[in-house]
């Protein structure tokens, strides 16, 4: 008896561990999940140490190539790149990491409860969400943060709210799609209650979708987070974040491409790395590729 | 006459996990007129049996083995080039979902004519194509022709873009008609009417058809013989009637016992599913669901054995 | 002698098409059925002919919008108490979406076992789905499976499984076995056949294919484009069919039956569009016995023997010719 106990639980670690194995065969995820790693315990350290000190201005180093002393050079009041880019991870990742989370966390709700209830309240909730598709994603924040002001937190609201709509449609449609499921409707004909199916039945084979595209959202929000950096919309300098340096030394960079070059590698690595990751999770996730590895 | 003579074809795809042996050594003839359906369950081998015939077997598929001669030409040896020429013409496909196969933004009428400007026959805008092109949609008994012609394949219910297809592929007046599962995606009366016409082209043209079922139901109404695959190999081929009535192999006879349902009444048909095809059992591909297995079935290897009109794979039958 | 335990009453449900749910198409209209305790009542037709909407409205999954339905003493309109709710369950077609892909079928069973409220111990919940399995000729050895390590056939054993688990009087197997090939078919209707026997199951079974109603049925229920065009005892149908859109169904059919219908009627023409139906009889246009009263009026179900019910004014020259 306990005996089974037991092989029901180790069927479910099994699981997880086949979850992981399909997704550290996928090599591109497998390494953007250690570059993802070494940026943000490069964050982390960059809130307690830095080589120097991100903001102390020395125009007798100004404009350094790549040295011993500093490892990606200095910019064009001398400050250490590599100080400040270590200051600036915890921003630029910071923020998208909070606007992705609370548009993931507003837009899901909303969509679940659109899609799962329908009725008026859906009615309202599609219009609005049409009347929000209708601007690109970055035109929205920057609309936003026009009338919100420049701030970190607002920078996060309006990241945020402008992929709101998006997570509002997708899980929406998810919704009612797996509403539908024969064997949400078996939930039903057993009469388990409505808030026990849209948690334990619908929620969770959601939830990886989420998941997945939330990772994919990292990438694109980082885009847009430095995007308004760069326009000066974003967060204030003399803050490092990432698309604030690049608009700030838009002026050198043909003379002095490195200082503009080396935020935009740090940019580029983290949204690709994003894309990658969620590749890979989008594979493990899914029980189903399973089958369909197994029929082929 | 034998037009199609397939001699120990083998199939294999070449996948990560393994070689997929999807097809062992298939031996079979089609005779010109005659219709033969091949018969199987899902992961049988029966369609990729078929495409390979109709040189249409992609990579990872390869043959590895064996011949396929049509007209006495060998269609496993030839160039892309020389396919081209005969698939269309001498041997044409008509799939299970005619949805894939229609170009939705085209109107019908159109694609048919397409057919004949493929294979050098006019333009498809000089009148003359179009009124061929009309001439067959007639033929497939689509009322009203000359109107259709312009429909789009939305505005055609399941049955009817069937239909277009098969007018596709009747075109060219074609030696073999392969038809894949052409009528599992249809209602029973819709079906029947499909069968019905297929068997009439068959008649008026001449033509053979290979017909590639999960249906036994199917197969009985309008094949001359079957021919039954398991686990990728022939297992049983005969005439329908016969199989129908006398099924030799252990497993046609589950096969033929679960499709004539007595009422009310336990079945006793096998248990299990069929195996992998990447580590199939060896000796008898079906010895683990037989009643009749013995030790021997582990060791054998794969014959057909001749038995009056029959030819059964089975070791009860040496 | 036997007992009614499902009536249905001039069922009728719409479902309304396009953005401002002008155009209606209503998928049954009209029906009245009855299903009896402990038979198999087969719903049969084509597709668009209105047997999974009112299989669902049957067992109360889905709300008419005109008509009613009782099962027992209670009507099916709205929220019915647990243990009523538990007792009318269902089989869907398609094996791959039966089961949460994210369950074992340990939690799935257990679900079951827990919602229809007999036992809550864990223990007892173990032991009740192992006998359950064993039920369905599974074994424990499958509890730790999830759905995708299931072959189709297994998925539908523990699909009938979970729906045994609430102890039900009426099992809705909509299309059980069409998804699966052949012999596995085969396996599953003897099982629903076993189970009926051991518990006195009521079936409400929808099929398009005649030789599994023939199998499993007592009474058939034949729809056309939303309506029943024809009731009654499952070997008289097959034998003689006394509408035309039977005998056409039979002589289709490629299922193998153990004889012909005493009349064919050759196949012609489609199913109508069911937003703008033809008036009166709705297979009058594909109706070789057709004539001007078909074309204006609509056929009333009406008896024409003990236990069969018609929709057709010439079902008595069909039945002779």
């Not at chain 3, 039920?135 to 995708?148: F, R, T």
């Not at chain 3, 034949?222 to 002589?251: C, D, K, N, S």
């Not at chain 3, 236990?307 to 010719?321: D, F, N, P, Q, Y």
Request: aromatic residues 6%.
């Amino acid at each position: 008896m306990s005996d089974l106990v037991r092989r029901v639980k180790a069927a479910k670690r099994e699981r997880t561990a086949q979850m992981w194995r399909t997704f550290r065969a996928n090599r591109a995820a497998y390494a953007s999940l250690y570059v993802l790693a070494a940026m943000a315990l490069m964050a982390l350290i960059g809130a307690f140490y830095t080589p120097y000190d991100p903001y102390r201005i020395d125009l007798s180093a100004a404009l350094g190539f790549f040295s011993p002393a500093h490892p990606l050079g200095t910019d064009w009041l001398g400050r250490d790149m590599l100080s400040r880019i270590m200051e600036g991870a915890r921003y630029t990742l910071g923020i998208s990491f909070a606007a992705v989370l609370l548009g993931a966390a507003v837009g899901s709700a909303l969509g679940l409860i659109s899609g799962y209830y329908g009725g008026l309240l859906d009615a309202i909730i599609q219009r609005a969400t049409d009347v929000l598709l209708a601007f690109p994603t970055i035109l929205l924040a920057i609309a936003l943060t026009s009338v919100l002001g420049v701030g970190i937190l607002n920078v996060v609201l309006a990241a945020g709210i402008a992929t709101v709509p998006i997570y509002i449609r997708l899980v929406r449609n998810l919704t009612l799609t797996l509403r539908n499921e024969p064997y949400v409707e078996a939930g039903r004909a057993m009469g388990l209650s409505g808030p026990y199916i849209l948690f334990r039945h619908i929620l969770p084979n959601l939830s990886y979708v989420i998941v997945v595209q939330s990772t994919y959202y990292m990438g694109i929000t980082i885009l847009i987070v430095s995007a308004l950096g760069f326009l000066g919309l974003g967060v204030p300098k003399p803050i490092p974040e990432w698309g604030t340096m690049i608009g700030d030394a838009r002026d050198y960079i043909f003379t002095y491409p490195h200082v503009v070059l080396v935020p935009g590698v740090f940019i580029s690595a983290a949204a690709l790395a994003f894309n990658l990751l969620g590749d890979g999770l989008r594979d493990a996730l899914d029980p189903r590729m399973a089958t369909l590895l197994r029929r082929t | 006459m034998t037009l199609l003579d397939v001699r120990g074809l083998t199939i294999h795809y070449d996948l990560p996990q393994g070689t997929v042996r999807a097809v062992e050594d298939a031996t079979f003839t089609v005779d010109r007129g005659e219709v033969v359906a091949i018969i199987g369950e899902s992961g049988s081998g029966k369609t990729t049996l078929a495409m390979s015939i109709a040189g249409l077997l992609r990579p990872p598929g390869r043959v590895v083995r064996g011949h396929i001669y049509f007209e006495g030409l060998d269609l496993s040896r030839l160039d892309d080039e020389k396919w081209r020429e005969i698939r269309g013409r001498d041997i044409t496909v008509v799939f299970q979902d005619p949805n894939t196969y229609l170009n939705p933004l085209m109107n019908v009428g159109r694609q048919v004519a397409e057919v004949f400007e493929a294979h050098g026959m006019g333009s498809i805008r000089s009148r003359e194509v179009a009124q061929r092109a009309i001439e067959i949609l007639r033929r497939v008994r689509i009322q009203d022709p000359d109107k259709r012609y312009w429909s789009y394949p939305h505005e055609l219910s399941g049955g009817m873009k069937q239909r277009v297809l098969i007018a596709m592929a009747i075109a060219l007046k074609p030696k073999l008609l392969i038809a894949d599962e052409p009528t599992s995606a249809l209602d029973a009366t819709i079906q029947a009417q499909i069968l019905d016409l297929l068997e009439e082209l068959r008649r008026e043209m001449g033509m053979s058809l290979l017909l590639i079922t999960h249906d036994l139901g199917v197969a009985a109404k309008i094949a001359h013989r079957i021919i039954v695959m398991y686990a990728g190999q022939i297992v049983e081929m005969g005439r329908a009637d016969e199989i129908m009535s006398d099924p030799l192999h252990p497993y046609t006879r589950a096969l033929v016992r679960s499709v004539k349902l007595d009422r009310k009444r336990l079945l006793g048909v096998p248990s299990g599913a069929p195996p992998s095809l990447i580590s199939p059992p060896p000796g008898c591909r079906f010895h683990p669901r037989c009643p009749y297995a013995t030790e021997q079935c582990t060791a054998w290897r794969h014959t057909l054995y001749v038995r009056d009109n029959r030819r059964v794979a089975c070791i009860l039958y040496a | 002698m036997s007992e009614v335990i499902i009536r249905g009453r001039h069922i009728v449900k719409e479902f309304r098409l396009g953005l401002t749910g002008r155009l209606r198409l209503r998928a049954v209209d009209g029906v009245d059925l009855e299903v009896m305790r402990g038979e198999t009542v087969a719903l049969v037709g084509e597709s668009g002919s209105g047997k999974t909407t009112l299989g669902r409205i049957l067992v109360g999954l889905l709300r008419p919008d005109r008509g009613t339905v009782t099962y027992r003493e209670w009507g099916l309109g709205g929220r019915l108490p647990r243990h009523v709710r538990a007792r009318l369950q269902v089989v869907f077609q398609n094996p791959d979406a039966s089961l949460n892909p994210r369950m074992q079928v340990m939690d799935i069973l257990a679900e079951a076992i827990r919602a229809a409220g007999d036992t809550a111990s864990r223990e007892e919940v173990l032991d009740r789905a192992i006998s359950l399995l064993e039920m369905v000729g599974l074994s424990a050895d499958h509890l730790p499976k999830y759905p995708h390590e299931l072959s189709g056939g297994e998925k539908q054993r523990v699909a009938i499984a979970r729906a045994l688990a609430m102890r039900p009087e009426v099992v809705l197997a909509d299309e059980p076995v069409s998804a699966l090939d052949a012999i596995v078919r085969a396996q599953i209707l003897e099982l629903m056949y076993r189970l009926q026997e051991d518990w006195g199951l009521t079936y409400i079974f929808i099929s398009h294919d005649l030789s599994h109603v023939w199998y499993l049925s007592d009474r058939v229920a034949i729809m056309y484009a939303g309506q029943i065009a024809e009731v009654g005892p499952t070997e008289e149908i097959f034998r003689e069919p006394a509408h035309p859109y039977t005998a056409m169904l039979l002589t289709s059919s490629t299922s193998v039956l153990p004889y012909k219908p005493r009349l064919t009627v050759r196949p012609v023409g489609e199913s109508p569009s069911l937003i703008s139906p033809p008036p009166g009889c709705r297979f009058h246009p594909r109706c070789p016995y057709a004539t001007e009263q078909c074309r204006a009026e609509r056929p009333e179900l009406r008896q024409i023997g003990p236990g069969r019910l018609v929709a057709c004014i010439h079902a008595e020259k069909v039945l002779r010719s």
